[in-house]
């Protein structure tokens, strides 16, 4: 059997990821393992209605700048919304029917505040940077210009308000402002969160330090999943694919890889609250033992 060993003083292989990605890794591994590691991956459990009205706002004010300067209008925003309405995961038709008359609120109002002659320079951009360490990528909602530098625009439609320090703590949103710079060779220290619920604008301005140490520590995070993504493959290698089932039958559900105990102590769970919102607390007896099981509508601010 011939083996290739790695050439000692190789550069090692970036680890290529998103913001969600290290995310993942830092609020639980074992779902980190499930959503990026096994395959195929576990089954998840239903929708939830709250990413149901998240997407489909998002979609829609995606939308409205890609429309004719003449059509940028609260009116359009409202018919793209209704005409991209996602119903998964509410209670019945009744209550998607209330929420999709509220995000059609949200939506018209607010690009009612906007000026449509103000072209993005990005809308749905995905924009990526890399060091010797990690490659970085991602897609922003909103990149706009002003004067002579780049702001990134986060749309946020979740019914808990926003503090200045969610701005200022998102790795994500470090990284959408470094790899926005790098890509376009232009300054963008500037990152906003944009809460349709309130209208509230949440805005951080970063120094080159800040954005550096949100850097250091996606490369910190980043070698640290990278290892045990390693050490994952080496003992339990690629697992292979189920067979498709028949036409007309529905796949069995998916369960976890079958680990040995030193693999699923590398991905150990991190029980809390958000076990309650976890698209796989049916394979995680911690999870459930954490806290309670939450119905896919139960994120909606009713």
Known sequence: MNTQLPLEGMPRRLYSCTPSRLNA????RRRYRFTYLDRPQPSKGPAWAHNSVGASVHNALAGWWREP??????????VLLTNGWITKGFKDAEQSVRWLGRARDLVSGYVATLDPADDPVGVERTVATRTKVVALSGRIDRLDRRGDELVVVDYKTGRRPLTQDDARSSLALAAYAIAASTMMRTPCRTVELHHLPTGEIVQWRHTEESLTRHLRRAEEIASEAAEADERYREVVGTPARKAAAPPGERPPAAGPAAVPPEVDELFAPTPGPICSWCDFRRHCPEGQAAGPERRPWDGLAD
């Open 25 to 28: 890794w830092l609020d639980c």
């Open 69 to 78: 300067y003449e059509r940028r209008t609260p009116l359009t925003a409202a």
